[in-house]
């Protein structure tokens, strides 16, 4: 009997020490050095800002996807680690100009344009919303709306407004909208710097077949003098516009889970890969977007979570999405929930990694936190690692709607997004953010070693919960996860 206890009591401390816990697990496979080096070719001056459609974005899908194999992620479409997204590249206008009844100008800005030539009755239905829609004929006519809603009409509003407005429109058989834009002189000229050039898109987006311009109107007389009219006469031409396919690509991978059960549902972690490119010199005569903030930390984040997957899978399976296009516009998230290598019912889960920037290294600030049942997780395993996690303190930039994650909360999959530390939109993260300072070696290696664990741990916690996450009730994204998942 002496002999045997001896036997067990070794075997049994032995089995103690070698029990790994998921913190174990996650200080196993993240590592400070790891971090920098995937940072440091991701935003390197030689992939030159990886602007969407470059050939220099091509080598970090590249590296991205063999990444993905060294780790023993396996591919998820169809053997290959790379999901095809079709873009289409849209020249500007060349001459815009329009007329409605008296007045005639050319000061108009596309959000979605195609040659057009209109000729015909015009219609004004006040901010174009659904109910300006009721008892109205618009069919074959041009619609004039203010732009933005009652409740905000600053060009960020009106931008989020627009594709709702498009659908409208084109749901209720317009021929074309044109939009009232109160922005000033100012901003008038920085609006015509984005929406003036060239422009690049999904090619299978049907709703932008339909003209879309914004004219200035800063006073409101525009507004003023066709609210008075009884008829509306309107001409708008559009011309010069030339299309280009544009090869592109997300980058996909998977790792299936452990548990007989849990494994059906699916868990994403996704960031976007892309940047901004090359444009004007600073005064350091600098021109690239390196884009280490935004978003190689995030992308690699997602690397880090998928190395530590592959080697220690989770009851849940994975799927591992990095996607092209966010700058351009959300396109490879768009493109993909309308495209998904597996059903969007299994996806239980969308946990998105993008940045700005931080200005508090004590923290991680996860934008959506409380929006779903799972941010206790969140909030355990960034303490866990020494910091503190936080809902989105800057509410007013509309944070959640900016990044890929909306592309699968509007579906009705939970999706918050985790960021780098800030507790304001301040002048710190705006020196960084869409800049050509943001450069890799301005980072704290020693905080993003700790904001990457927590990410991973976090991770493993969402996916080895028993319990399938969802939307708190009263998000407004709750019905339309309920619908997904067939809850009712």
């Known amino acids: 009997m002496r002999q045997l206890l001896l036997f067990i009591l070794p075997l049994t401390f032995t089995l103690t020490c070698f029990a790994q816990t998921d913190a174990d697990k996650v200080k196993e496979t993240v590592s400070k050095n790891d971090i920098e080096g995937h940072i440091y070719f991701l935003a390197s001056d030689e992939l030159r800002g990886r602007e969407t459609g470059s050939p220099e974005i091509d080598i970090a899908a590249a590296y991205l996807a063999n990444s993905f194999r060294r780790y023993g992620v396996k591919p998820a479409d169809n053997g290959s680690y790379y999901q095809a997204v079709e873009l289409e590249k849209v020249s500007a206008a060349k001459d815009i100009k329009i007329e409605l009844n008296t007045f005639k100008s050319g000061n108009l800005l596309p959000l979605a344009a195609s040659n057009f030539d209109f000729n015909g009755d015009a219609i004004f239905l006040n901010y174009g919303l659904e109910e300006d829609y009721n008892k109205k004929d618009v069919k074959g006519k041009l619609v004039i709306v203010k732009a933005g809603t009652a409740e905000k009409s600053d060009p960020r509003a009106a931008f989020r407004a627009a594709k709702n407005k498009r659908e409208l429109a084109s749901k209720n058989g317009a021929a074309g909208i044109v939009e009232l834009s109160n922005a000033d002189a100012a901003l008038w000229t920085q609006l015509s710097g984005y929406f003036g050039g060239e422009q690049i898109g999904l090619k299978s987006e049907d709703v932008k077949k339909l ?3 914004w004219l200035q109107d800063t006073d409101g007389s525009i507004e003023k003098e066709l609210r008075s009219s009884k008829k509306i006469s309107g001409k708008l031409s559009v011309s010069g516009i030339h299309k280009k396919a544009v090869p592109s690509r997300n980058v996909v991978g998977m790792v299936e889970g452990t548990d007989p059960s849990l494994k059906n549902e699916f868990v994403i972690y996704s960031a976007h890969y892309d ?5 004007k010199p600073n005064a350091e005569n600098d021109s690239i977007y390196n884009g280490a903030r935004d978003n190689a930390v995030g992308t690699v984040t997602v690397l880090s979570a998928a190395e530590n ?4 899978p989770t ?8 996607f092209t296009g966010e700058e351009k516009g959300l396109l490879g998230s768009k493109w993909y929930v309308e495209h998904p290598v597996i059903p969007l019912e299994q996806m239980v889960y969308c946990f998105n990694s993008d940045n700005g920037g931080y200005n508090d290294t004590s923290i991680a600030t996860i934008v959506g936190l409380n929006r779903t049942t799972v941010g206790q997780h969140i909030i355990n395993a960034a303490s866990e690692f020494g910091l503190k996690a936080i809902d989105d303190p800057a509410g007013e930039q509309g944070l959640f709607d900016r990044s890929d994650n909306v592309s699968f909360a509007a579906k009705g999959i939970p999706a918050p997004t985790f960021s780098l530390g800030f507790t ?9 953010y869409h800049q050509t300072a943001d450069n890799p070696d301005t980072l704290d290696y020693d905080y993003l070693e700790k904001f990457f664990k927590s990410y991973v741990m976090a991770c493993r916690l969402i996916a080895n919960d028993p319990n399938t996450p969802f939307w708190t009730k009263g998000d407004k994204y709750y019905e339309i996860g309920e619908h997904l998942y067939k809850k009712k």
């Open 211 to 213: 003209v879309h311009v």
């Open 424 to 432: 304001a939109f301040d002048a710190e993260i705006n020196k960084y």
């Open 315 to 322: 009851k849940r399976s994975a799927l591992f999405i990095l």
């Open 309 to 312: 997957i592959a080697k220690y």
């Open 275 to 279: 940047h901004n490119g090359v444009g």
